[in-house]
């Protein structure tokens, strides 16, 4: 099976399989202040070494913008949790380097991934976002579970 990059990750998946692999995983939403974020993560079992811990997952995800005026993404924020107890955060600006504006009745779509050293864990947490006035505003990432071989 020939390996192609999933887009704006790095990643990769199979080149047989279907386009839409993304819109059957388990789906995890949360609507704030008329954003919402809907989460698909998924197990990648190709680029995991069980033997040396290392159980990588992607995650889709989709910021949609339910309101009547542009918003910008900021920062991110999330809390990214083994099942061994061991907990990781991670800070930045915007998302995989942009900082996208997200109009009114849009969305904005990325990927990206995490490699957790357990089997199972979780992940959740924020967005900075910022409206055209220059009010700024946090946003959940809802809370998802990752579990290998949960495909």
């Known amino acids: 099976?020939?390996?192609?990059?999933?887009?704006?990750?790095?990643?990769?998946?199979?080149?047989?399989?279907s386009r839409d692999w993304a819109s059957s995983m388990t789906s995890y939403a949360a609507v704030t202040?008329?954003?919402?974020?809907?989460?698909?993560?998924?197990?990648?079992d190709g680029q995991s070494e069980a033997i040396n811990h290392k159980f990588v997952f992607a995650y889709f995800i989709t910021i949609e913008n339910l309101g009547v005026e542009p918003v910008r993404l900021l920062r991110r924020h999330w809390i990214i949790r083994h099942s061994s107890g061991k907990t990781e955060e991670v800070e930045g600006e915007g998302v995989i380097g942009k900082q996208p504006l997200i109009d009114a009745g849009h969305s904005h779509e990325y990927n990206s991934y995490c490699i957790l050293e357990t089997m199972e864990g979780n992940m959740e947490g924020s967005y900075l976002m910022q409206r055209g006035n220059g009010e700024q505003f946090s946003v959940v990432i809802p809370l998802f579970s990752l579990r290998a071989l949960a495909n």
Do not use: F, N
């Open 1 to 17: 099976m020939r390996k192609t990059p999933l887009s704006g990750s790095g990643l990769h998946r199979g080149h047989d399989e």
């Open 33 to 44: 202040h008329d954003i919402k974020v809907t989460v698909r993560p998924v197990y990648l």
